[in-house]
């Protein structure tokens, strides 16, 4: 096949939203499929490149070089570096990643490419793209990188992004060594908040050692070691996350704007590593809801946030918005998933949105073109669009293919020019094949899964996965429409072709058929027949022998319990007839309208190997891809089938193999002309072979294999293209023949076979276009009415044979009708359902006819029966005559039953099984119960301790530490008498000073030392380590063991008492009985309704009841199975038989009835309730008729009743005292038990005190242990951190060492190349000494002129927009940049003109100046460009310096931090923490709201406060002794004092008393009173006076009374007229004071108006009028000063007469 010539790619089609970048200023390319598409956007001229690799990894432009690069994917990939436009190979880097690269970038001004490898390495490489040598590289951590870009300003600077975290890389340069140097970014959380490491912590009690704190980083706390504990962060709030880093853009000064996936932006300078978030919505989203929550928590409805737009009125930005980003000059475009263009201003404090753009598509990427004037924007719905800067709000479509994955691939008819392809997603795409453009599109907006183009007209059939054919017309290409749908197949039609001469359309599915469509307009694509096939279809092929003969038709599929995965394990042919649409009924068997086999000839084989793909050709050959040989078979199918379906003759072996695709899958097809075989494989390569050649092939790599390979293929008809799809990657390849001269002649029949088959079907295919035009547009509204109409019949509220039944009458089934949308089996069964009833009707008519009577009869038999004696009654079921059905049904029923009873019984099981492991682990294992006691008379409650068994590694453990504890203390002790030995003779003389102390201890600690009460309940141990001598961690954990035997046997001591209570119970309850069967007895006897009392132990006392279900808690009916039900009614029938036999002849207690009343013995109650006879004449005769026999009989008779009546009454008052005596026993003996509950309740609570103090205590140790645990880990920590920056720093030296001595090497080189430069400076005047000296100068002067600025050379109409709209701007070219010596002797060009020679100089001189001059600034560019690098060596051997101190710092620390933990760790051991049990009046500090602070107390001898308390109560009692007796000698004074005032003060009464006789005078009164005697008369005249005149007070009184009340009536008259008067007035005063506020407003309106007109003119005029009164006053000031100065001349010249005035 490789004779006929080779395949090229024409074009391809494609873009997945992928990176579309400027490569010039009017060139965008982009990645697309295995191929990098180029398209100029002035000219829409589109160019291919195809990968020289393994397909197309990572993808990277450069505009301002014009270079791309890309990687292969393979193992071991390589990096390909090409220049624009020629698309000349650069340079290939190899040997860098090992199975992927992620990301590519190149500098925008310096021959370096950075790149980012994925699995397993994960590194980031520098190379060099002009010799492809690897500079660098560095480990990265185990991310893939989704970002890269250089600094476009500092090459220097590497930004790498990754889903997690950001990195800036530094790359640090010496000469030709290179180095990379991370500095990552500590990135805030999504609320704003910076991450500091222990902010998130897991909450524990901080550790207080005295006054000192540990603090220990969060990885020594999670007890972390290595690399991890340097990565650790220490969040452990799951609700609290990281922003998510989505896409980034550099500054112009270097720093980095970063988009979040949340909404954020956040700005981070590189140098200094600060971020500052920008922009944060999802915070103002979080508090938005956490306010609304409340009241939304009150209305009970959900919160609502308004998204539209911030508080601050700005526009919110919502997430996904930072997809993509980049810089201009106007500002930052980022795009996102809700397809707006967003043009922010991040100049301000605030961002905002000064431009948007509506794309209507999600945006992937955004890149500016070198001059910043167009913008491309690329969308993953296969769009690509540009934004011009100068016209903003509006962006042009370039390209729009509507990206998704190709499920169907076919040539329209006639077969040359187009090709129509359909998406996944239902869009169907006409393609021009010789200009590769899209003509025309159809969305058919359902999922698609295949496609076939009809030979016979222009129309294409589409599968869906709905079941649905879809008949599109495609005549007029620009606008193509549906003309039929069709519901075939019930699942997704995965295959659908036509044959040769487009007469049939098969399809093929899952549902197990093919089906024969007719494929003509004519016949309205009517479906013609069907045959089955029993599996899951692979491939559907057809071919056609001759001319209108039947078609071969050959199906591949995989038996239905086999894996669909491995390919087809069967195959089936068979031949469609030629005539079947006019003979249908010929061939078909049944209205199901399927194939007789025989008819059509239907094989069945078995392939010897499961295969993918098929094609049959002529000759009964069929071509296939095995699954597991890398081959292409050719199988030639038999003409008869096999006699046996599995046997060795029904497998087919292949003929011919021939090496094919290295991955398992693939599809096959033939070429139109049936001599080329085309394989496409999941490897991406596409095979083309002849069939008379099958070993030699044509091969192009088509697709990638990461996307799956090729899964679609079609030749053209004329074969001279062979077009392509891929699984997963969406593009569309088209390849055309390049063919040799050999080839030349080959292709000659495949182009007479497509010009015949053009003029055979050029006259069937116009008929059969004219009749579809004629067709009218599909529309689904005609089938969602039918569906709704069909759905709203089959809708009754009540069944028509229900009515009937009830109405006795005969019921006809109606005729069924398609519900939904049918398939056409379905119709067509129901089609035959209509058939049967047509022809079987009257039939069917006598038979509801005969059943209708026979159920009367039966009816009426049955109602005669239930009147009928019960003797002579029949079963229900004794009428039933359809045993058969009714056994069908009970078997139904009892399946059915037996079905839910297995539920039932796994359910059950499953609850048996959980309640088997609750009982195992909660009851079982217990070796004391959980159980509680109760009190009778109230609602205490007791309960125990439920308690495990321990352990036999607990009992071993504390076997262990008890023996160990007693070993220590047998030491302790013979260590203690051999040192008191020795000390006991230096200690006789000395008096003995702690024997107070010693007698208080006598070597057992008291409880307030322990810091418990455990050794008063059962607790004590002599094994317990004292608190004060806990300083190794051995001694902690045996302190613990200890003390969790304490809790333990405090535990069993307490419940020896509970279960000596609860015993106690259980006797009293029982003791309750036995009172109760008397008290019930004596109840009796009295007729009383008390209610009896009887105490009982519920499931909270007896939790074993729980365990037990009993039959009454059980509410609903046992099932009872047949045999159960047998066994007890044969139980039943034993229990009858005895008590019939105990009801027989019984000697024994005939005798006992007859003798003795049926008693043993007789009872002094039984009597007493016995009344006495009473005589028959008492009741038959009068009293008077009495004898007086009978007389005294009745007297005898009443004596009986009353003596028996009152010995009823005193056995009643025994029986009273008896009941109360027994309720009052009851009553003391249960009010006992509850006094001895509630004892038993208060040790409860002591020894629940008592074991949280030894659980303190065990607390405390635990939390040692931790912090001794912690320390340990950070002190391995910081240990490993010191190697490993000895590591370093061993490193950092030699590389310090290293750098010194290339600085100095180059140093000597850079000299010597000053020196030579300058010396070609000094020789310039030798090498023209042959001409004159003035000409010499001028020469000098020439040769010492140089170029202005080098900057790259630009477009001019390109330059001035580079200029303004390039936000980095334009940099100067460096010495040490490509192509710099290049654009300098470029501009020199211009000053060797030789217009620019002088006169007097000669041309051949003035050459000579100029190529010395060339040579010159070629020494000095080689002088700048050392310089430079000498400047780079300096700052990395600083660097390296820099890094040689921070190491030595950093050990340093390192140390100072290991000998400060170590010296907390001796603190934290030695200073022990130690639980006292102290009384309330032994704590004298304050106590806090909950626990007191003891961190400012200390702890004394209690000696030492009793010692101190009787020296102050001594001093007291002194004091007081001494305030007493001056008590006492001041209250003497006190009392002479008072006795000297007494005396003095009687002393001034009798001198007063003296005074006042003397000084008295006789007045009138008083002489009246001497004379008169009679003072009781003028006593009475008074009184009488008196009382007139109170008497004409009161009338007075009371006539000012009257005119105050007249006068007060008039005033409150007056009052309430001025109140009207007022309101009035108020009323009035509102109008006016709106009025005033009106014209208040206007003139504040005026005035407002009048001071922005005249207010500059004002102020004009004020600041003049101040000017003039400044100058006024100045003048004013100086001719003062004037007149002064000639005054006093004048003074001076003439003599003074006269004084002056002043």
Same mark, same amino acid.
């Given at each position: 096949?490789?004779?006929?010539?080779?395949?090229?790619?024409?074009?391809?089609?494609?873009?997945?939203?992928?990176?579309?970048?400027?490569?010039?200023?009017?060139?965008?390319?982009?990645?697309?499929?295995?191929?990098?598409?180029?398209?100029?956007?002035?000219?829409?001229?589109?160019?291919?490149?195809?990968?020289?690799?393994?397909?197309?990894?990572?993808?990277?432009?450069?505009?301002?070089?014009?270079?791309?690069?890309?990687?292969?994917?393979?193992?071991?990939?390589?990096?390909?570096?090409?220049?624009?436009?020629?698309?000349?190979?650069?340079?290939?880097?190899?040997?860098?990643?090992?199975?992927?690269?992620?990301?590519?970038?190149?500098?925008?001004? &310096?021959?370096?490419?950075?790149?980012?490898?994925?699995?397993?390495?994960?590194?980031?490489?520098?190379?060099?793209?002009? %010799?492809?040598?690897?500079?660098?590289?560095?480990?990265?951590?185990?991310? %893939?990188?989704?970002?890269?870009?250089?600094?476009?300003?500092?090459?220097?600077?590497?930004?790498? =992004?990754?889903?997690?975290?950001?990195?800036?890389?530094?790359?640090?340069?010496?000469?030709?060594?290179?180095?990379?140097?991370?500095?990552?970014?500590?990135?805030?959380?999504?609320?704003?908040?910076? =991450?500091?490491?222990?902010?998130?912590?897991?909450?524990?009690?901080?550790?207080?050692?005295?006054?000192?704190?540990?603090?220990?980083?969060?990885?020594?706390?999670?007890?972390?070691?290595?690399?991890? /504990?340097?990565?650790?962060?220490?969040?452990?709030?799951?609700?609290?996350?990281?922003?998510?880093?989505?896409?980034?853009?550099?500054?112009?000064?270097?720093?980095?704007?970063?988009?979040?996936?949340?909404?954020?932006?956040?700005?981070?300078?590189?140098?200094?590593?600060?971020?500052?978030?920008?922009?944060?919505?999802?915070?103002?989203?979080?508090?938005?809801?956490?306010?609304?929550?409340? $009241?939304?928590?009150?209305?009970?409805?959900?919160?609502?946030?308004?998204?539209?737009?911030?508080?601050?009125?700005?526009?919110?930005?919502?997430?996904?918005?930072?997809?993509?980003?980049?810089?201009?000059?106007?500002?930052?475009?980022?795009?996102?998933?809700?397809?707006?263009?967003?043009?922010?201003?991040?100049?301000?404090?605030?961002?905002?949105?000064?431009?948007?753009?509506?794309?209507?598509?999600?945006?992937? *990427?955004? @890149?500016?073109?070198?001059?910043?004037?167009?913008?491309?924007?690329?969308?993953?719905?296969?769009?690509?669009?540009?934004?011009?800067?100068?016209?903003?709000?509006?962006?042009?479509?370039?390209?729009?293919?509507?990206?998704?994955?190709?499920?169907?691939?076919?040539?329209?008819?006639?077969?040359?020019?187009?090709?129509?392809?359909?998406?996944?997603?239902?869009?169907?795409?006409?393609?021009?094949?010789?200009?590769?453009?899209?003509?025309?599109?159809?969305?058919?907006?359902?999922?698609?899964?295949?496609?076939?183009?009809?030979?016979?007209?222009?129309?294409?059939?589409?599968?869906?996965?709905?079941?649905?054919?879809?008949?599109?017309?495609?005549?007029?290409?620009?606008?193509?429409?549906?003309?039929?749908?069709?519901?075939?197949?019930? &699942?997704?039609?995965?295959?659908?072709?036509?044959?040769?001469?487009?007469?049939?359309?098969?399809?093929?599915?899952?549902?197990?058929?093919?089906?024969?469509?007719?494929?003509?307009?004519?016949?309205?694509?009517?479906?013609?027949?069907?045959?089955?096939?029993?599996?899951?279809?692979?491939?559907?092929?057809?071919?056609?022998?001759?001319?209108?003969?039947?078609?071969?038709?050959?199906?591949?599929?995989?038996?239905?319990?086999?894996?669909?995965?491995?390919?087809?394990?069967?195959?089936?042919?068979?031949?469609?007839?030629?005539?079947?649409?006019?003979?249908?009924?010929?061939?078909?068997?049944?209205?199901?309208?399927?194939?007789?086999?025989?008819?059509?000839?239907?094989?069945?084989?078995?392939?010897?190997?499961?295969?993918?793909?098929?094609?049959?050709?002529?000759?009964?050959?069929?071509?296939?891809?095995?699954?597991?040989?890398?081959?292409?078979?050719?199988?030639?199918?038999?003409?008869?089938?096999?006699?046996?379906?599995?046997?060795?003759?029904?497998?087919?072996?292949?003929?011919?193999?021939?090496?094919?695709?290295?991955?398992?899958?693939?599809?096959?097809?033939?070429?139109?002309?049936?001599?080329?075989?085309?394989?496409?494989?999941?490897?991406?390569?596409?095979?083309?072979?002849?069939?008379?050649?099958?070993?030699?092939?044509?091969?192009?790599?088509?697709?990638?294999?990461?996307?799956?390979?090729?899964?679609?293929?079609?030749?053209?008809?004329?074969?001279?293209?062979?077009?392509?799809?891929?699984?997963?990657?969406?593009?569309?390849?088209?390849?055309?023949?390049?063919?040799?001269?050999?080839?030349?002649?080959?292709?000659?029949?495949?182009?007479?076979?497509?010009?015949?088959?053009?003029?055979?079907?050029?006259?069937?295919?116009?008929?059969?276009?004219?009749?579809?035009?004629?067709?009218?547009?599909?529309?689904?509204?005609?089938?969602?009415?039918?569906?709704?109409?069909?759905?709203?019949?089959?809708?009754?509220?009540?069944?028509?044979?229900?009515?009937?039944?009830?109405?006795?009458?005969?019921?006809?089934?109606?005729?069924?009708?398609?519900?939904?949308?049918?398939?056409?089996?379905?119709?067509?069964?129901?089609?035959?359902?209509?058939?049967?009833?047509?022809?079987?009707?009257?039939?069917?008519?006598?038979?509801?006819?005969?059943?209708?009577?026979?159920?009367?009869?039966?009816?009426?038999?049955?109602?005669?029966?239930?009147?009928?004696? $019960?003797?002579?009654?029949?079963?229900?079921?004794?009428?039933?005559?359809?045993?058969?059905?009714?056994?069908?049904?009970?078997?139904?029923?009892?399946?059915?039953?037996?079905?839910?009873?297995?539920?039932?019984?796994?359910?059950?099981?499953?609850?048996?099984?959980?309640?088997?492991?609750?009982?195992?682990?909660?009851?079982?294992?217990?070796?004391?119960?959980?159980?509680?006691?109760?009190?009778?008379?109230?609602?205490?409650?007791? %309960?125990?301790?439920?308690?495990?068994?321990?352990?036999? $590694?607990?009992?071993?453990?504390?076997?262990?530490?008890?023996?160990?504890?007693?070993?220590?203390?047998?030491?302790?002790?013979?260590?203690?008498?051999?040192?008191?030995?020795?000390?006991?003779?230096?200690?006789?003389?000395?008096?003995?000073?702690?024997?107070?102390?010693?007698?208080?201890?006598?070597?057992?600690?008291?409880?307030?030392?322990?810091? *418990?009460?455990?050794?008063?309940?059962?607790?004590?141990?002599?094994?317990?380590?004292?608190?004060?001598?806990?300083?190794?961690?051995?001694?902690?954990?045996?302190?613990?063991?200890?003390?969790?035997?304490?809790?333990?046997?405090?535990?069993?001591?307490?419940?020896?008492?509970?279960?000596?209570?609860?015993?106690?119970?259980?006797?009293?309850?029982?003791?309750?009985?036995?009172?109760?069967?008397?008290?019930?007895?004596?109840?009796?006897?009295?007729?009383?309704?008390?209610?009896?009392?009887?105490?009982?132990?519920?499931?909270?006392?007896?939790?074993?009841?729980?365990?037990?279900?009993?039959?009454?808690?059980?509410?609903?009916?046992?099932?009872?199975?047949?045999?159960?039900?047998?066994?007890?009614?044969?139980?039943?029938?034993?229990?009858?038989?005895?008590?019939?036999?105990?009801?027989?002849?019984?000697?024994?207690?005939?005798?006992?009835?007859?003798?003795?009343?049926?008693?043993?013995?007789?009872?002094?109650?039984?009597?007493?309730?016995?009344?006495?006879?009473?005589?028959?004449?008492?009741? @038959?005769?009068?009293?008077?008729?009495?004898?007086?026999?009978?007389?005294?009989?009745?007297?005898?008779?009443?004596?009986?009743?009353?003596?028996?009546?009152?010995?009823?009454?005193?056995?009643?008052?025994?029986?009273?005292?008896?009941?109360?005596?027994?309720?009052?026993?009851?009553?003391?003996?249960?009010?006992?038990?509850?006094?001895?509950?509630?004892?038993?309740?208060?040790?409860?609570?002591?020894?629940?005190?008592?074991?949280?103090?030894?659980?303190?205590?065990?607390?405390?140790?635990?939390?040692?242990?931790?912090?001794?645990?912690?320390?340990?880990?950070?002190?391995?920590?910081?240990?490993?951190?010191?190697?490993?920056?000895?590591?370093?720093?061993?490193?950092?030296?030699?590389?310090?060492?290293?750098?010194?001595?290339?600085?100095?090497?180059?140093?000597?080189?850079?000299?010597?190349?000053? /020196?030579?430069?300058?010396?070609?400076?000094?020789?310039?005047?030798?090498?023209?000494?042959?001409?004159?000296?003035?000409?010499?100068?001028?020469?000098?002067?020439?040769?010492?002129?140089?170029?202005?600025?080098?900057?790259?050379?630009?477009?001019?109409?390109?330059?001035?927009?580079?200029?303004?709209?390039?936000?980095?701007?334009?940099?100067?070219?460096?010495?040490?940049?490509?192509?710099?010596?290049?654009?300098?002797?470029?501009?020199?060009?211009?000053?060797?003109?030789?217009?620019?020679?002088?006169?007097?100089?000669?041309?051949?001189?003035?050459?000579?100046?100029? /190529?010395?001059?060339?040579?010159?600034?070629?020494?000095?560019?080689?002088?700048?460009?050392?310089?430079?690098?000498?400047?780079?060596?300096?700052?990395?051997?600083?660097?390296?310096?820099?890094?040689?101190?921070?190491?030595?710092?950093?050990?340093?620390?390192?140390?100072?931090?290991?000998?400060?933990?170590?010296?907390?760790?001796?603190?934290?051991?030695?200073?022990?923490?130690?639980?006292?049990?102290?009384?309330?009046?032994?704590?004298?500090?304050?106590?806090?709201?909950?626990?007191?602070?003891?961190?400012?107390?200390?702890?004394?001898?209690?000696?030492?406060?009793?010692?101190?308390?009787?020296?102050?109560?001594?001093?007291?009692?002194?004091?007081?002794?001494?305030?007493?007796?001056?008590?006492?000698?001041?209250?003497?004074?006190?009392?002479?004092?008072?006795?000297?005032?007494?005396?003095?003060?009687?002393?001034?009464?009798?001198?007063?008393?003296?005074?006042?006789?003397?000084?008295?005078?006789?007045?009138?009164?008083?002489?009246?009173?001497?004379?008169?005697?009679?003072?009781?008369?003028?006593?009475?005249?008074?009184?009488?006076?008196?009382?007139?005149?109170?008497?004409?007070?009161?009338?007075?009184?009371?006539?000012?009374?009257?005119?105050?009340?007249?006068?007060?009536?008039?005033?409150?008259?007056?009052?309430?007229?001025?109140?009207?008067?007022?309101?009035?007035?108020?009323?009035?005063?509102?109008?006016?004071?709106?009025?005033?506020?009106?014209?208040?407003?206007?003139?504040?309106?005026?005035?407002?108006?009048?001071?922005?007109?005249?207010?500059?003119?004002?102020?004009?005029?004020?600041?003049?009028?101040?000017?003039?009164?400044?100058?006024?006053?100045?003048?004013?000031?100086?001719?003062?000063?004037?007149?002064?100065?000639?005054?006093?001349?004048?003074?001076?010249?003439?003599?003074?007469?006269?004084?002056?005035?002043?």
């Amino acid at each position: 096949m490789d004779e006929i010539g080779s395949l090229d790619i024409s074009w391809v089609q494609g873009y997945n939203g992928s990176n579309a970048t400027f490569i010039n200023q009017t060139t965008i390319c982009y990645p697309c499929g295995n191929f990098i598409k180029f398209l100029d956007i002035s000219s829409n001229d589109e160019a291919i490149h195809s990968s020289p690799g393994e397909g197309i990894g990572a993808f990277t432009v450069c505009g301002t070089q014009h270079v791309l690069a890309f990687s292969e994917n393979c193992l071991s990939p390589r990096i390909f570096i090409y220049t624009y436009p020629s698309l000349t190979e650069k340079v290939v880097c190899k040997d860098g990643a090992q199975l992927e690269y992620c990301a590519l970038s190149i500098s925008n001004s &310096h021959p370096y490419l950075i790149s980012c490898s994925g699995v397993p390495d994960f590194s980031i490489m520098l190379w060099n793209m002009n %010799s492809g040598e690897l500079l660098c590289k560095a480990a990265m951590d185990l991310l %893939s990188c989704t970002g890269l870009s250089f600094n476009p300003t500092d090459w220097h600077k590497v930004c790498c =992004l990754t889903d997690e975290q950001l990195t800036v890389w530094t790359i640090q340069q010496a000469d030709t060594k290179y180095l990379l140097v991370p500095s990552k970014i500590n990135l805030p959380f999504e609320d704003g908040n910076s =991450l500091s490491p222990g902010d998130d912590l897991i909450n524990r009690p901080g550790s207080k050692i005295g006054n000192h704190d540990i603090i220990l980083p969060p990885a020594a706390i999670a007890g972390l070691i290595g690399d991890i /504990a340097d990565t650790f962060d220490g969040n452990f709030n799951e609700n609290k996350r990281q922003v998510q880093p989505s896409s980034h853009c550099w500054t112009p000064s270097g720093d980095l704007y970063l988009g979040c996936g949340g909404g954020q932006l956040l700005l981070i300078n590189t140098e200094t590593f600060d971020v500052k978030m920008l922009n944060n919505d999802i915070g103002k989203r979080q508090t938005a809801f956490t306010n609304k929550r409340t $009241e939304s928590s009150i209305l009970k409805m959900p919160p609502v946030i308004d998204e539209s737009a911030s508080d601050d009125g700005r526009q919110r930005l919502g997430d996904g918005v930072f997809s993509c980003m980049a810089l201009h000059r106007d500002g930052l475009y980022i795009g996102g998933e809700d397809g707006i263009l967003r043009c922010l201003d991040v100049t301000g404090n605030v961002v905002q949105v000064s431009d948007s753009c509506p794309i209507d598509s999600p945006i992937t *990427s955004l @890149n500016w073109s070198p001059n910043y004037a167009k913008l491309a924007i690329g969308s993953s719905k296969g769009s690509l669009n540009l934004y011009d800067s100068s016209n903003s709000g509006t962006t042009d479509l370039v390209l729009d293919t509507h990206f998704g994955n190709f499920v169907g691939l076919d040539m329209l008819n006639p077969g040359v020019q187009h090709c129509v392809t359909v998406r996944e997603d239902g869009e169907l795409q006409i393609w021009s094949v010789e200009d590769h453009q899209l003509v025309g599109s159809l969305p058919l907006a359902v999922q698609c899964c295949s496609l076939a183009s009809s030979p016979s007209s222009h129309s294409v059939a589409v599968g869906t996965l709905s079941g649905h054919i879809y008949v599109i017309e495609v005549t007029n290409m620009d606008n193509p429409r549906i003309v039929q749908r069709l519901r075939v197949h019930q &699942h997704a039609v995965m295959h659908i072709t036509y044959d040769t001469e487009g007469r049939y359309l098969f399809s093929g599915s899952d549902d197990g058929h093919v089906y024969v469509i007719d494929a003509r307009p004519s016949n309205k694509f009517q479906v013609l027949a069907q045959t089955a096939i029993d599996g899951h279809i692979e491939s559907v092929s057809t071919h056609t022998a001759e001319k209108h003969g039947s078609v071969r038709v050959v199906v591949t599929y995989t038996a239905l319990d086999a894996d669909i995965n491995i390919g087809a394990t069967k195959i089936t042919q068979f031949d469609v007839p030629s005539d079947l649409n006019d003979n249908v009924s010929k061939y078909c068997t049944s209205l199901k309208m399927d194939l007789v086999e025989d008819s059509i000839n239907k094989l069945n084989f078995n392939l010897n190997e499961s295969s993918h793909g098929g094609a049959v050709t002529a000759d009964r050959k069929f071509f296939t891809l095995p699954h597991y040989s890398k081959q292409l078979h050719e199988i030639r199918i038999p003409e008869e089938a096999p006699k046996k379906a599995n046997n060795k003759a029904s497998y087919l072996q292949p003929q011919k193999m021939c090496p094919n695709h290295e991955l398992a899958g693939g599809v096959v097809t033939m070429s139109p002309h049936h001599q080329w075989v085309a394989s496409g494989g999941s490897d991406g390569q596409v095979h083309v072979r002849e069939l008379s050649q099958l070993d030699r092939r044509v091969s192009v790599h088509a697709h990638s294999f990461h996307s799956g390979g090729v899964s679609r293929m079609c030749f053209s008809r004329d074969g001279m293209y062979l077009l392509t799809c891929g699984v997963g990657d969406g593009v569309l390849t088209c390849y055309s023949w390049n063919f040799s001269a050999t080839g030349k002649g080959k292709v000659t029949s495949a182009i007479e076979s497509a010009r015949s088959h053009k003029t055979a079907l050029h006259a069937i295919c116009k008929r059969e276009d004219d009749i579809m035009f004629a067709i009218p547009d599909w529309s689904p509204l005609d089938a969602v009415s039918r569906e709704a109409t069909s759905d709203t019949i089959g809708h009754q509220p009540k069944s028509p044979r229900t009515l009937a039944m009830e109405a006795d009458q005969i019921y006809v089934t109606p005729t069924p009708t398609p519900k939904g949308d049918p398939t056409w089996m379905e119709l067509k069964i129901l089609e035959a359902i209509r058939e049967e009833d047509k022809e079987f009707t009257e039939q069917k008519k006598n038979l509801r006819t005969e059943i209708r009577d026979l159920r009367r009869k039966i009816q009426s038999m049955m109602k005669e029966n239930d009147v009928l004696p $019960e003797i002579e009654r029949l079963e229900r079921h004794e009428f039933n005559l359809d045993t058969e059905d009714q056994s069908r049904l009970q078997a139904e029923g009892d399946s059915q039953v037996q079905q839910v009873r297995e539920e039932i019984d796994f359910g059950n099981l499953a609850k048996n099984y959980l309640q088997e492991m609750i009982k195992n682990e909660c009851w079982d294992s217990m070796c004391v119960k959980g159980r509680c006691t109760k009190a009778f008379h109230s609602n205490l409650e007791v %309960s125990n301790y439920p308690m495990r068994q321990r352990t036999k $590694e607990e009992k071993a453990e504390l076997a262990f530490v008890t023996k160990l504890r007693q070993i220590e203390i047998a030491e302790i002790t013979a260590r203690k008498e051999i040192t008191e030995a020795q000390s006991k003779q230096s200690n006789k003389t000395e008096p003995e000073e702690g024997d107070d102390e010693s007698v208080e201890g006598d070597g057992v600690e008291q409880p307030s030392m322990t810091g *418990s009460l455990g050794a008063e309940y059962g607790g004590g141990s002599d094994y317990f380590y004292s608190q004060f001598e806990l300083h190794t961690r051995q001694q902690e954990r045996n302190q613990i063991i200890l003390l969790q035997d304490a809790v333990y046997r405090i535990k069993v001591a307490f419940n020896s008492e509970f279960d000596e209570v609860y015993r106690q119970k259980e006797q009293e309850i029982a003791r309750i009985e036995e009172r109760n069967t008397r008290i019930s007895k004596i109840l009796k006897d009295l007729n009383s309704t008390e209610e009896l009392w009887k105490p009982e132990m519920d499931e909270d006392e007896k939790p074993e009841k729980l365990l037990i279900v009993e039959d009454k808690e059980v509410k609903v009916k046992k099932f009872v199975t047949p045999e159960q039900q047998a066994k007890l009614d044969e139980e039943a029938k034993v229990e009858e038989q005895r008590r019939l036999l105990e009801k027989g002849d019984n000697d024994l207690q005939r005798g006992r009835d007859m003798m003795m009343g049926g008693v043993l013995e007789v009872k002094k109650e039984d009597e007493l309730k016995k009344d006495v006879p009473q005589p028959t004449f008492i009741v @038959n005769k009068p009293q008077e008729e009495w004898s007086e026999d009978e007389l005294k009989i009745a007297k005898e008779y009443e004596r009986k009743v009353k003596e028996l009546n009152e010995e009823r009454e005193k056995y009643k008052k025994t029986l009273e005292a008896e009941l109360k005596k027994l309720q009052t026993i009851i009553s003391d003996t249960t009010s006992n038990f509850d006094d001895k509950l509630v004892d038993l309740f208060l040790k409860k609570i002591k020894v629940e005190m008592v074991i949280f103090q030894e659980e303190l205590k065990i607390l405390r140790l635990n939390f040692s242990l931790l912090i001794e645990e912690e320390l340990s880990t950070r002190q391995e920590e910081l240990l490993r951190q010191l190697e490993d920056i000895k590591a370093r720093k061993s490193v950092t030296v030699q590389a310090v060492g290293l750098a010194k001595n290339k600085v100095e090497e180059y140093r000597d080189t850079y000299d010597i190349r000053v /020196a030579e430069d300058k010396v070609m400076d000094k020789n310039f005047r030798r090498e023209f000494n042959d001409v004159n000296a003035l000409i010499v100068d001028q020469l000098y002067k020439f040769y010492r002129r140089r170029p202005r600025g080098h900057r790259r050379i630009h477009h001019a109409d390109s330059q001035a927009s580079c200029v303004n709209n390039n936000p980095y701007g334009e940099r100067p070219l460096s010495a040490r940049q490509p192509g710099t010596l290049d654009i300098i002797l470029k501009q020199l060009d211009e000053f060797d003109d030789p217009s620019h020679m002088p006169e007097e100089v000669e041309p051949s001189v003035w050459r000579r100046m100029c /190529a010395a001059r060339r040579l010159k600034v070629k020494s000095e560019h080689e002088v700048k460009a050392q310089a430079l690098t000498l400047a780079d060596m300096n700052a990395f051997l600083q660097l390296r310096q820099d890094e040689d101190e921070k190491l030595k710092r950093e050990m340093d620390d390192t140390m100072d931090e290991l000998n400060q933990l170590r010296e907390t760790s001796m603190r934290f051991n030695c200073n022990l923490e130690v639980q006292f049990l102290l009384k309330q009046g032994q704590v004298e500090i304050d106590s806090g709201k909950f626990i007191p602070n003891y961190c400012d107390s200390i702890l004394i001898h209690r000696g030492v406060v009793e010692d101190l308390n009787g020296t102050i109560r001594q001093l007291g009692e002194q004091k007081i002794a001494a305030m007493t007796e001056s008590k006492d000698f001041r209250k003497g004074i006190h009392i002479l004092e008072w006795e000297h005032k007494k005396m003095v003060m009687q002393i001034q009464d009798l001198l007063n008393k003296a005074k006042d006789i003397q000084m008295l005078k006789v007045s009138r009164q008083i002489q009246d009173f001497l004379h008169n005697e009679d003072h009781e008369a003028k006593k009475q005249q008074e009184i009488s006076t008196l009382e007139q005149t109170l008497e004409n007070q009161r009338a007075h009184h009371e006539k000012n009374v009257k005119e105050k009340k007249s006068s007060l009536s008039t005033l409150r008259k007056i009052i309430h007229r001025k109140e009207h008067e007022n309101k009035k007035v108020e009323g009035e005063l509102q109008e006016m004071v709106v009025s005033v506020s009106e014209r208040k407003h206007i003139n504040e309106v005026n005035a407002l108006a009048r001071d922005e007109t005249g207010a500059e003119k004002r102020m004009k005029d004020i600041v003049q009028r101040r000017k003039l009164v400044d100058l006024a006053k100045a003048q004013a000031q100086e001719v003062a000063v004037l007149r002064a100065e000639v005054e006093r001349l004048r003074m001076r010249t003439f003599p003074a007469l006269v004084q002056v005035e002043r």
